[in-house]
C-alpha cells in the first residue's frame, strides 16, 4: 500500500482474516493499552515482550483471545525477530520495547545501547525483508536539548545521558534506513512523561503512590524540576491515529502542560485527602537534570485534534483507583 492510503479496515468481512500489528514491548504500560485499542479496533495483534519488567501478566487479559498471540521475545533476538515477521507479515508495527527507566539506564549503559539501539536496528532488520505499511517508533523529549520553551519538534536536539543518545540513534537509523523499507511510511513519537495505571518502574506518580501507603512524609528527588504528564491511555490513542493516518515524521506526545514535581505531589494528597509532606533524599537526585521538559503538541492535534483527552487531576485519581483495586486482587489472591 503506498503512502498516503488510509488504513485498511479490519473489520471488511468474515472471510477477510483482520490485519495484524506487531507490537513490541506489548506488556508494559503503553504496550497493554496499544493492545487494547487494536483489538477495539478490530486488529490481530502479534504481541512481544522480553518478560525483564516482570509485566508479562499484565497480557493475561488477553489469554482467551485467539486474535492476540503472544510471544516472549527479546529484540535483542535478531533471528527469532525475523522469523517471527516473516511469519506474521504484520500490516503495522509498534515498536514500544526499550530499557528507559533513567536510572537503570545509567547504571547499565551498555545493556541500554544494546536493547534501545541493537533491538530497533533488528526490528528494522525484520522489516526490510518484510515491509509493513506502517512503523512507529516510540522515541522520547530526551533528544532535545534542554530548554524552558516548549519544545517544538525542529528543535535543535542535544541529549544529556545514555537513554536519550540511545532513542536519538534508534532515529537516525530509522530515518537513514527508510530505502530499505519500501513502502512503508514512519512515524517517530517522542514520548513526553508518561503516567498511569501499571507501571513497574519507579517513577515519580508511582513512588509517590507507594510512599503514601506507608506514611505521610515522602523521600523524593528534585520537586522543583518541571515535567509535561501525560495520560497513558491518552498515549496509547494517539499512537493508534498516527499508526492508522498516513502521516510521516515527528510528534512530540506531550499534553503542553509543564507541571512540577511538588504540584504532583499536592495533587495526589488532595485526592487522597492526606496532607503530603516531603524531604529530599540526596540518593534520589540525579546528576543530569532538566529544570523544565514541556511539548508544543500542535503538530499531533493535526492529527488528533482532541488532544490531550485527560486531565492530570482525573488521570491520577484513575492511577490511584486502579492501585488500590490491584493491591486488592493481590491480597484476595494471597488470602486464597
Not at 22 to 29: C, E, F, K, Q
Not at 240 to 268: D, K, Q, S
Request: with cysteine; aromatic share 4%; net charge negative.
Amino acid at each position: 500500500m503506498p503512502p498516503g492510503t488510509a488504513a485498511p479496515s479490519a473489520s471488511a468481512g468474515t472471510s477477510i482474516r483482520a490485519p495484524a500489528v506487531l507490537v513490541t514491548g506489548a506488556a508494559g504500560l503503553i504496550g497493554v493499552p496499544v493492545v487494547r485499542l487494536l483489538r477495539a479496533r478490530g486488529f490481530r495483534v502479534v504481541a512481544v515482550d522480553d518478560g525483564s519488567a516482570g509485566t508479562l501478566h499484565r497480557l493475561d487479559e488477553f489469554a482467551d483471545c485467539a486474535e492476540v498471540q503472544r510471544h516472549v521475545l527479546d529484540v535483542r533476538q535478531r533471528s527469532e525477530l525475523l522469523q517471527l515477521v516473516a511469519a506474521e507479515r504484520p500490516w503495522a508495527v509498534v515498536h514500544l520495547a526499550a530499557q528507559h527507566f533513567i536510572p537503570a539506564c545509567d547504571s547499565a549503559p551498555a545493556e541500554t545501547l544494546a536493547i534501545n539501539v541493537l533491538g530497533t536496528q533488528h526490528v528494522l532488520d525484520a522489516c526490510a525483508v518484510h515491509p509493513p505499511q506502517r512503523l512507529v517508533f516510540t522515541s522520547t523529549a530526551d533528544v532535545y536539548a534542554a530548554s524552558e520553551s516548549p519544545h517544538h519538534e525542529d528543535d535543535p536536539v542535544g541529549p544529556q545521558g545514555v537513554y536519550g543518545w540511545s532513542k536519538l540513534f534508534g532515529e537516525r537509523l530509522l530515518q537513514d534506513q527508510a530505502h530499505r523499507l519500501g513502502h512503508c511510511t514512519a512515524v517517530i513519537a517522542r514520548l513526553f512523561n508518561v503516567y498511569g495505571p501499571g507501571d513497574p518502574h519507579p517513577h515519580l506518580l508511582p513512588e509517590v503512590l507507594q510512599q503514601a501507603r506507608h506514611g505521610q512524609t515522602l523521600d523524593l528527588g528534585d520537586l522543583n524540576a518541571a515535567r509535561d504528564f501525560v495520560y497513558v491511555d491518552d498515549v496509547a490513542e494517539a499512537l493508534l491515529a498516527l499508526l492508522r493516518t498516513p502521516c510521516a515524521g515527528v510528534f512530540n506526545i506531550g499534553a503542553g502542560v509543564p507541571v512540577a514535581g511538588r504540584e504532583l505531589v499536592e495533587l495526589v494528597g488532595s485526592l487522597t485527602r492526606r496532607h503530603l509532606e516531603t524531604r529530599v533524599d540526596p540518593d534520589r537526585l540525579r546528576h543530569r537534570s532538566r529544570p523544565v521538559s514541556c511539548a508544543n503538541p500542535e503538530r499531533l492535534r493535526q492529527i488528533v485534534p482532541w488532544w490531550p483527552h485527560t486531565p492530570l487531576r482525573e488521570g491520577i485519581r484513575r492511577t490511584i483507583a486502579a492501585d488500590l483495586l490491584a493491591r486488592v486482587d493481590e491480597s484476595e489472591g494471597k488470602a486464597s
